[in-house]
Every structure is written in structure tokens, then in C-alpha cells.
């Protein structure tokens, strides 16, 4: 909410006014915004802003009574505006260089929202005119850093972001180029549902153009905004929230016909939809040596029972692969019930306090790994399917490899940015094929592959960066022999003729 008083002199035949326009002004803005994931590191997204403008204007004399002018509605009228604002198509990519967790983002703006002609023309020319627009006319280009690291339970974040603008729509308005920047700091202080966070975010416009001039007198000649705020979003399930933000401004410096900002507020409200999850049945772990340690983000004393080996698995409910290594883990002490124990650690999210002293910069699914003698073997973060394997070659050792015929038929197979190539195979049936896997990009989740066997058996083995790894398999009946990425997001299958 926001009001404008302006005077203007009107000067007539006998005599000298002045008239002040009492502006009430509203206004509001929503965002409509999506994120897909479709790696690790590659995500797309959209961000459609939803407007609203509603104002109100008196007319007064320096009394502050009523008055009434020729064409009161030139510059200014009662009017309420909805409508959609330019949206955002973009990419973004993310790595974790370090302790922190870096990304990056570019891309466009369409547009699709409200323009209208230039105000100026038409208000010399004594013609009805508008200033209030949604959009820019034109396409924007979009980039923008950031990053992120937790230290001592606090996360920390950094970001810019700019949109430019080169061109003049068919209005001749060009919008001013926008920049941003914000600093945040986040934490749960010790809660279970809760995150509170304080930003600094900075905001710079440059001027407006119409048809190439800068209207000094009533037009948006540019600003810098600085504003203070914090947030409180409560995790209301695992995959919604729901936030409250509040904003004020420490400093701001406007130029032209523009208005203070008071402060800002705003409600945020968020999901996932897990689009490419597998629905795979309850794990079940019935007569089995599996214990809860830790459900509520504790430090909990890691105990291990003698004569098996204990593995503690790190985890949380909203960690995926997480529930793979469950299904996993499960399946080894079922084939090894008298071996294997399992202690399971709820990290609640990445800045409890077990996060932070488990966990430090790695990532989850983790486990820690106790001999038989209740000493720490190893502990390492990894996909599903390379922490199981890992697991029971404790327990029953590395299997053996078997021997390549000479006569063997080799297959290749490349691991590229889109998966597995050629994502499937036929052979004939016979004693033995020999798959030739070579992972050939870092920008991939597939630095492993594990296959299951037309005997149910698996096969696991590392990737490395361009280094061709031979897998010999037995193809001795008709079938079919399935493999997969340690995080289960690209597939491939061998067809036994």
C-alpha cells in the first residue's frame, strides 16, 4: 500500500491554483514457479509473476477539500489492473566444488505481459494515458550465480542476478536493465519443522527509455534499493511448506516520478512431485538385526555389535536414493541375517546437529561401516547400489572375477550426458558376452553400473572417467538383463535372443 500526493499549479484567466492529487495506490505480485530436475546437475525452470494494481485519486485544494478539474482522468483514475507479468524460462546447473554447493542459471524472458503506448506522447497531445505496466515488451536475457555452504549449523548463501534488456518494443519503451544481490544466513535452531532465515537483498535499476529519451520529469530514471528482511517457513510434510517473509528498507535512492517502497510482505506456498520416482513395494526388515538409533537429528553414541558387521546408514525421508539403499540393505541381511546389523541415523535435514557431526560437507545416502571386531572399517557417501555392493563385500569378500574367453563377443556401451548408449542391446544366447562399459562425461550420476543376471545375481562395478570396464556375463538362455546407475535414473537392458 503505498499513496502519492503531487501538487499542480493550474493557472486560469482571474486567477492561480493549486490542486494536490491524492493518489491510494495497492499493489501486488505473485509467483507461479516450477523446477525440473533432470540430472544431478541440469535442472530447467519456469516463473510466471502474477500482478496486481489498484488505485484511487481525489483531487484537493490546499484546504484539503474537494475540488474539480478539467479532465480529471489524464494522468490519473480509479482503476484496478490483474494480469500475468513476463515470464522466466531458464536453465540451471549446480556442483559441489569444495565444501560448497555452487550453481549457475541463464535464460530468457517472453513477452507476455501488459505493455501499453508511451505515456508521454500521449499526455502532451492532452490524451488519456496510463503508466502502469506488466511487462516489457520485449525478450530479456537472464544469468545469474550462486552459492551456498553450512557452517556450524548455519546455512549460508550468496547470489546475483541480473536481467538485461537491448531492445525498444513496438511502443518504443525499453525497459531499464535490473540487478540483484542477496546474502542469507538460515537455520531450524534445534527444530524438527521449522527454518528462519535473515537476508540482505540490493536491487538496481537503470533508467527507462521512450522512443530513446530518458523522461527526467515523471519517469523511471532508475533506482537502488537495500532491504533488510527474514523468513519463517514451516515443512508442514516432507515435500510442502509453507513460508512467511517480511522486508524493509534500510536505503533507498529513487530518481523520477517514482514511489518509496514501505516494505514488503509476502506468503510462500511449495511442493515437490516426485515425477520420475519409482513405486517400489514397502521395505520390509521383519527378523531382522535393524534398529533406529537416532529419528529427531541427535548425536547418538555409535554402538556396535560384536561378531557382525554393524553399519550405521545416514539418511532422511526426503532423500531418495536414500530409500534405495534401505531396499538394498535389506535384501543382505536377508541372504546374510546372521552377519549383518543395522543402525539407522534420521538426519532430520542437512543442518541438525548428527548432519553436522556425521556428515560434515558429504552428502547422504552415507554409512559408516564397523568390522566384526566393532572397529570402523570405512565410511564413504556414494550411490545406492555402490554402498550395498560395498557392504556385503564385507561380509562375504570381493567376488572373483571371471575369466573373459578369448572367443568372447564384445559389446560397448557408452555412458553419455543422456544415459546409457545404445540403451539396449540384443545378443544371441550363448556361453559368454562381454559388455565394454566407458563412462565418456563428469556430467553424469552413471559412475557406476549394476546389473542383474538372468540367475538373479548382480554385478557392480565403477566407472572411471574414460576408461573402458569389461563385464562378462553368462547369456546361456533367452532373457532379459537389466542394468542401472548406482541412482537409478538411467537404465539400460541387455535382450538374450
Known amino acids: 500500500m503505498a499513496r502519492h500526493d503531487a501538487t499542480e499549479t493550474i493557472v486560469g484567466a482571474s486567477q492561480t491554483s493549486t ?100 505515456p508521454f506522447v500521449l499526455g502532451d497531445a492532452g490524451l488519456p494515458h496510463e503508466h502502469s505496466q506488466f511487462g516489457t515488451g520485449t525478450i530479456g536475457a537472464i544469468a545469474g ?48 519443522r521449522f527454518r528462519f532465515r535473515a537476508t540482505l537483498d540490493a536491487g538496481w535499476e537503470t533508467a527507462e527509455r521512450w522512443g530513446g529519451t530518458i523522461h527526467t520529469d515523471d519517469g523511471n530514471v532508475g533506482r537502488v534499493d537495500v532491504l533488510a528482511g527474514g523468513e519463517v517457513t514451516w515443512l508442514a510434510t516432507d515435500d510442502w511448506h509453507i513460508g512467511l517473509a517480511v522486508k524493509a528498507p534500510v536505503y533507498t535512492h529513487i530518481k523520477g516520478g517514482q514511489l518509496d517502497a514501505l516494505g514488503f510482505a509476502g506468503i ?59 531396499r538394498e540393505l535389506a535384501a543382505i541381511a536377508q541372504r546374510h541375517p546372521n552377519d549383518l546389523a543395522v543402525r539407522k541415523i534420521d538426519i532430520v535435514d542437512v543442518d541438525s546437529p548428527a548432519a553436522q557431526h556425521y556428515l560434515g560437507d558429504a552428502t547422504i545416502p552415507h554409512v559408516k561401516v564397523f568390522g566384526r571386531d566393532g572397529e570402523l572399517r570405512w565410511e564413504r557417501s556414494a550411490s545406492p547400489l555402490a554402498l550395498a555392493a560395498a ?19 564384445r559389446f560397448s556401451i557408452d555412458v553419455a550426458e543422456a544415459g546409457f548408449v545404445p540403451a539396449q542391446l540384443e545378443v544371441p544366447h550363448g556361453p559368454t558376452v562381454v559388455l565394454v562399459f566407458t563412462r565418456r562425461t563428469d556430467k553424469t550420476c552413471a559412475t557406476d553400473v549394476h546389473l542383474t543376471l538372468l540367475d538373479g545375481t548382480t554385478v557392480d562395478a565403477q566407472l572411471p572417467l574414460n576408461t573402458p570396464v569389461e563385464i562378462a556375463i553368462p547369456v546361456d538362455r533367452p532373457g532379459r538383463i537389466e542394468y542401472v546407475c548406482g541412482m537409478h535414473m538411467n537404465h539400460g537392458a541387455i535382450v538374450v535372443r
Request: proline share 7%; aromatic share 8%; hydrophobic share 40%.
Open 145 to 192: 550465480i550462486d552459492a551456498s555452504r553450512f557452517v556450524r549449523g548455519v546455512h549460508l548463501e550468496a547470489s546475483a542476478l541480473t536481467i538485461q534488456t537491448t531492445y525498444a518494443n513496438h511502443h518504443g519503451y525499453q525497459a531499464g536493465d535490473r540487478y540483484a544481490a542477496s546474502l542469507g544466513a538460515a537455520t531450524s535452531f534445534g527444530t524438527k
Open 391 to 409: 557392504v556385503e563385500a564385507e561380509i562375504v569378500g570381493p567376488r572373483p572375477k571371471p575369466a573373459i574367453p578369448a572367443t568372447a563377443t
Open 268 to 326: 510462500t506456498v511449495g511442493t515437490h512431485f516426485h515425477l520420475f520416482e519409482e513405486h517400489a513395494a514397502p521395505t520390509s526388515w521383519t527378523g531382522l538385526d535393524k534398529q533406529d538409533a537416532s529419528t529427531d537429528g541427535r548425536v547418538v553414541p555409535l554402538l556396535t555389535v560384536r561378531g557382525k558387521i554393524t553399519v550405521y546408514d545416514l539418511w532422511a525421508p526426503w532423500c531418495k536414493p536414500c530409500g534405495v539403499l534401505d
Open 19 to 118: 490542486v494536490v492529487h491524492d493518489q491510494h495506490i495497492a499493489s501486488g505480485e505473485g509467483h507461479l514457479a516450477a523446477d525440473l530436475g533432470l540430472s544431478s546437475w541440469l535442472g530447467v525452470g519456469l516463473l510466471v509473476p502474477m500482478r496486481f494494481y489498484k488505485t484511487s485519486i481525489r483531487y484537493l485544494d490546499p484546504s484539503g477539500q474537494p475540488v474539480a478539474i478539467e479532465n480529471p482522468s489524464l494522468h490519473h483514475r480509479d482503476e484496478t489492473l490483474t494480469g500475468i507479468g513476463d515470464p522466466w524460462i531458464y536453465g540451471r546447473v549446480g556442483r559441489h566444488l569444495g565444501g560448497f554447493a555452487v550453481g549457475a542459471r541463464a535464460g530468457i524472458t517472453i513477452p507476455l505481459g501488459r505493455t501499453v503506448p508511451d
